[in-house]
């Protein structure tokens, strides 16, 4: 489960893996550990408040000051990339290094609207060039090709597009946002690990890395990221089997320079020797962190059963070992015959994203990109095209299951189909008209009477999900996976044969006519109503679209609509011809399950995954062809969630109003000893959706008694309500549910016409359930059980995370515990944990959130809803709250830990420095880690090769700061991680204070721009004042009294707060050390243990009693009309 406890503006180091701001944990699995910490992040600025040093920062940028990079002489080297992606890294939807930036950064506020600092003297010029383009589709302006049709996008998107080629080829989607708080641009090259030489696995991704290591125009390998991280950017890249795309995000202002130095990335990488022989251990490190991470191992094995001669059976992260393939230097010769080959203008694919007009972001793009070289090379998927990459596994003429061991307590059976191109057409019907949508919505439905409901209530599963699991140019893998039980488990064939028996059912019966009708006006009400997206976000989806083929008509809106095959052809006829697709003869089967260890004789060559084939015997193949009716399967029923009524319930601000609009704080419109409720309508985003948050705070006195009971009747909840809801899912109406340790967390988000009703409907049944039946009890404490179980195999870095928080964190679970308590729940507990829910002798408090398409009707019978459930009123006092411990001043507290996993190779050190209580604290911790963050960064990863996870981060906890420094390593073990990190921050505080006024304005205006950021989403302004209600805090203008203080930061502040709070010797630093060793270092364990304690330092061998016996910070509340 992962826990939510930093959501901070931390800065990451922006290679290598992006951590969620979850605290990099995957904590004890009782549930989703929400931390109430007063944090608060991207605020509505003030204009009145914040225009006069805004624009003062911002006049100081833009006065041409030259560009620099804050790299001080660490070393003689600089940082380089990791891959992140599908199937190189965690690619986490948080998007941990995006650094939000605000409408204010080369704006002024005027009377509420924006005037320009700075004219753009090029944008009428654009604009009236765009008037003249003649009416053909493609409209040559000299040698260059702009699509001069219509690109359809959203009603509600108020961007501009504009696609074009360049001469050279290079195929380009601009995007323009006057409103834009971020600027960004993704390239995508149409090469990847499928075009890796069959001697140098992993070439493509090595390659990837080494792009980011020095250009001619741009010698130093750090220039790039310390440029952006200078203008509150980052960069990255990944490497999947066809493509490797690079990206960055940046302030706006600092676009067209960011485009220079990107561009040449494609133009003239070094590939220096130097940098080549020490990337090779990045991409060793690497590989090693991948080793026990069920995702590539079992994405690898599948790979193994691919057709010989095909391309998927590459390994694409490689190792030492397959880019040395024998020889004895790192294959510098073959990198560049690698790029020269497959880096080609005419594969690439360029999306920029930005406020400054078409016309401008056009002039840029030609002057950078035109240059890139066309060699004329060929689009290398075609190679394979009508090849089956993964044709039947048979022996002996069998048809074989694949029984597969994961390293976590992973169940699971999945059926896979490879659905062929045979032709270009046909792959672009395929990416158009979508007709997968339909048949993964039929065989994924977990409805009533659907396949899942079915083989539920047989006590064979717990979940499904059906899709596209891979899809490239030439075939896509159409699955059906199922989570099994351990039931499930030897009843393989008879859950195979219920699901070919539904797809007979469907082949019969057809597909209606409203589940055609609903896939598309869901999809169609999905586009009109969109969020808008984040700069980053749209760059990396566009060029994704370009290199799947969509048209320039349709990139703005083919991924959401499904499209009419045309032709002559009709949509049902083209999903029947897939349907006809899935037999049993053409499908591969895989089941996962530690228990298959003891069958397991062969081994996976890179991951060493055991697995073992089992025939499918005549008997059973006959069966799964001519399947037993199915009389309890139903296909959808017509969906009763289906909103109908998109109108807004509240009158837009003028445009010159929205800032102001945005700066309103919720109002509190109840103030009960029940319930605290805050109401927001929305007069800004315009969309016919809205939110409802509803936390209810569980008494202290019952925190340890309910931990795992509240975690069982949770699971057997949703279990039931799933099934019961999932028509609402598909419509747009998601709530979520989870246990924390301080409450139970609701939120229900969608669209406002039939959202108050499925409010009630939901509040109903949670007050009406009784508890689980036997069977739900039953598959509840499995998934706990799976969970805890896999507790063991996370990554180090987690670990060490986990026992930090025992340290400093109370109440915080252990694993132990919960382990404990799970052997000895019963279904009687679960049942008075949920009884609390429908009593009126039970105590909770809540806080309760509306915002969005509501108005005071909806308000008024949202909070009868609330009524549902009668609790009585708990006191304050007696609320479970989680608390910070002072950690002792002048001395490290020192925990050092063995890794609970015995094949894991990797080490992890977790350095955390705390203030003391002071907002300022915050601000200044923040500022000092996006100076960290770089130099950190190149000397740890990429000059010394310590580990390829490292990470500097801000985060806070009420009014304390907390400086985060990791690194994970196969290398090093922690003590000698730890020499690393203290000799790095004594040369840190070296280049601090010889570091340019004129460099520490440059990171200034960066954290100010992050911290007004406007809010872009309806969901991005909810988050921000419910942090604020449910850390008690109601500190509405936040936003502006930090970016405030930023502006009086000097260097002097900062080499204070570093000589109390980090440098070594103070007598007020208070530092945790949390370190991890790999299983096998007992010896490294005790040196480090021995020389802590020489140090003068506390080795803690117990980190809960430890932290029970420390005194904690008080909390600090504050009433919601403090600061109004």
Not at 205 to 213: G, N, V, Y
Not at 1055 to 1078: H, K, M
Request: aromatic residues 10%; neutral net charge.
């Amino acid at each position: 489960f992962y826990h939510t406890e930093l959501q901070s503006r931390s800065t990451f180091a922006n290679h290598g893996p992006q951590m969620s701001r979850a605290d990099m944990k995957i904590g004890p699995c009782n549930a989703v550990f929400l931390r109430r910490f007063p944090i608060c992040r991207k605020k509505a600025p003030r204009p009145a408040l914040v225009f006069l040093f805004v624009a003062f920062l911002a006049l100081l940028k833009w006065r041409g000051q030259p560009s620099f990079s804050f790299r001080p002489s660490l070393s003689s080297s600089g940082a380089g990339p990791a891959s992140r992606g599908k199937h190189f890294d965690e690619r986490e939807q948080g998007k941990a290094h995006l650094q939000a930036l605000a409408n204010c950064s080369r704006r002024s506020w005027v009377g509420g609207g924006l005037s320009a600092l700075s004219f753009d003297p090029s944008r009428a010029e654009a604009e009236e060039l765009g008037a003249r383009r003649p009416a053909a589709d493609v409209a040559a302006l000299g040698t260059l090709q702009v699509f001069a049709g219509n690109i359809r996008k959203s009603p509600s998107d108020a961007r501009s597009y504009r696609y074009l080629t360049l001469a050279n080829g290079l195929r380009v989607l601009l995007i323009s946002d006057e409103n834009a708080t971020t600027s960004a641009a993704a390239l995508s090259v149409h090469g990847g690990f499928y075009s890796d030489p069959e001697n140098l696995p992993g070439l493509a991704h090595f390659c990837e890395h080494m792009l980011f290591l020095g250009t001619e125009e741009y010698p130093e390998e750090n220039s790039f990221r310390a440029f952006l991280s200078a203008n509150g950017g980052g960069l990255n890249a990944f490497t999947t089997e066809q493509d490797t795309t690079f990206y960055f995000d940046v302030s706006p202002s600092a676009l067209q320079d960011a485009m220079k130095r990107f561009s040449s990335f494609f133009k003239s990488p070094l590939f220096t020797a130097s940098a080549t022989g020490r990337e090779l251990e990045a991409i060793e490190s690497e590989d090693a962190k991948n080793r026990q991470n069920d995702a590539f191992r079992l994405n690898q094995l599948t790979k193994n059963f691919a057709a010989e001669g095909h391309p998927q059976r590459h390994f694409g992260t490689g190792n030492r070992e397959t880019l040395l393939s024998g020889g004895s230097a790192a294959p510098r010769d073959e990198l560049l015959e690698f790029f020269a080959k497959h880096y080609d203008a005419g594969l690439m694919a360029l999306c920029v994203t930005g406020r400054e007009s078409l016309g401008t972001l056009q002039a840029c793009a030609v002057e950078t990109f035109s240059d890139i070289a066309n060699r004329g090379a060929e689009n290398p998927s075609l190679a394979w095209r009508g090849m089956n990459p993964f044709p039947p596994l048979t022996r002996n003429g069998d048809l074989q299951l694949i029984k597969a061991v994961p390293v976590t307590e992973k169940r699971s059976l999945t059926v896979s189909w490879p659905i062929l191109f045979e032709s270009e057409e046909a792959r672009i019907l395929w990416v158009e008209s979508k007709p997968y949508i339909y048949v993964a919505y039929v065989l994924g439905h977990e409805g009533p009477g659907s396949v899942y409901s079915i083989l539920k209530r047989r006590g064979m599963i717990d979940g499904v999900l059906a899709g596209i699991s891979r899809d490239d140019d030439n075939f896509a893998m159409l699955r059906v996976s199922f989570g099994l039980t351990t039931e499930g488990l030897g009843h393989l064939d008879e859950i195979v044969e219920t699901l070919y028996a539904a797809i007979q059912s469907i082949r019969q019966k057809g597909i209606p006519d409203y589940i055609f009708e609903e896939c598309r006006d869901m999809r169609e009400v999905r586009w009109r109503f969109q969020s808008k997206e984040p700069s980053l976000d749209i760059a990396l989806a566009m060029v994704e679209l370009i290199q799947r083929g969509y048209g320039p008509d349709s990139l703005a809106s083919g991924r959401f609509l499904l499209a009419d095959p045309g032709e002559g052809r009709s949509i049902r006829a083209v999903v029947d011809a897939l349907i006809a697709q899935l037999t049993p003869q053409r499908s591969q089967y895989t089941a996962l399950s530690p228990t298959f260890a003891q069958e397991a004789r062969s081994k996976e060559r890179w991951y060493g995954t055991q697995y073992s084939l089992a025939s499918v015997t005549q008997d059973m193949l006959q069966r799964w062809l001519r399947p037993r009716e199915l009389p309890e399967y139903k296909l959808p029923t017509r969906n009763p969630f289906i909103p109908k009524d998109f109108s807004l319930k509240n009158r837009l601000a003028p445009a010159e109003d929205l800032l102001e609009a945005l700066a309103v704080p919720p109002v509190l419109v109840q103030d009960g000893p029940r319930v605290r409720t805050f109401f927001k309508p929305d007069r800004v985003f315009g969309r016919p959706k809205a939110t409802v948050r509803l936390f209810l705070w569980l008494p202290s006195a019952t925190v340890n008694d309910d931990a795992v009971p509240s975690r069982l009747w949770l699971l057997s909840l949703t279990d039931r309500l799933t099934e019961q809801f999932y028509d609402a899912s598909f419509a747009g109406l998601i709530f979520d549910i989870a246990n924390t340790v301080e409450g139970l967390s609701l939120e229900f988000v969608g669209y406002s016409d039939k959202l108050v009703s499925f409010v009630e409907a939901v509040l109903q049944r949670i007050r009406d359930f009784k508890g689980p039946t036997e069977s739900e009890f039953g598959r509840a404490m499995d998934v706990v059980w799976r969970e805890q179980s896999s507790f063991d195999k996370q990554q180090p870095f987690t670990y060490a995370a986990y026992m930090a928080r025992l340290t400093f964190l109370a109440p915080e679970y252990s694993i132990d515990f919960l382990r404990a308590q799970a052997k000895q729940v019963t279904v009687e507990q679960v049942v008075n944990f949920g009884n609390k829910f429908g009593s009126s002798r039970q105590q909770f408090y809540a806080q309760a959130l509306l915002h969005g398409n509501f108005d005071k009707g909806d308000l008024a019978q949202v909070q009868r809803a609330f009524d549902i459930m009668p609790f009585g009123p708990l006191p304050r006092e007696q609320l479970t709250r989680v608390r910070l411990a002072q950690l002792p001043a002048g001395r490290d507290s020192v925990v050092v830990a063995e890794g609970p996993n015995a094949d894991e190779v990797n080490h992890a050190l977790w350095v955390n420095f705390f203030s003391e209580p002071d907002p300022k604290a915050n601000v200044l911790c923040e500022l000092l880690c996006s100076l960290i963050q770089d130099p950190f960064f190149t000397d740890i990863r990429t000059d010394k090769q310590l580990g390829y996870i490292v990470l500097s981060q801000a985060d806070r906890f009420g009014l304390v700061a907390r400086l985060g420094l990791l690194v994970q390593s196969s290398v090093k073990t922690p003590d000698l991680l730890l020499e690393a990190v203290d000799d790095f921050l004594g040369r840190f505080r070296s280049m601090l204070v010889s570091m340019p006024r004129e460099q520490l304005s440059s990171y200034k205006i960066a954290l100010v721009e992050r911290i007004v950021k406007t809010d872009e989403r309806l969901d991005e302004e909810s988050n921000r004042w419910w942090q604020e209600i449910a850390l008690f805090q109601y500190s509405w203008r936040r936003r502006d009294e930090e970016a405030r203080f930023v502006t009086s930061i000097d260097k002097d502040a900062l080499l204070a707060y570093f000589d109390r709070f980090i440098g070594q010797g103070s007598g007020e630093r208070r530092r945790l050390v949390a370190a991890v060793f790999a299983q096998g270092n007992s010896a490294a364990m005790a040196r480090m243990n021995s020389q802590s304690e020489a140090r003068g330092a506390i080795v803690v061998s117990d980190p809960q009693k430890y932290c029970s016996e420390l005194p904690k910070w008080p909390l600090v509340d504050r009433s919601p009309n403090d600061s109004l």
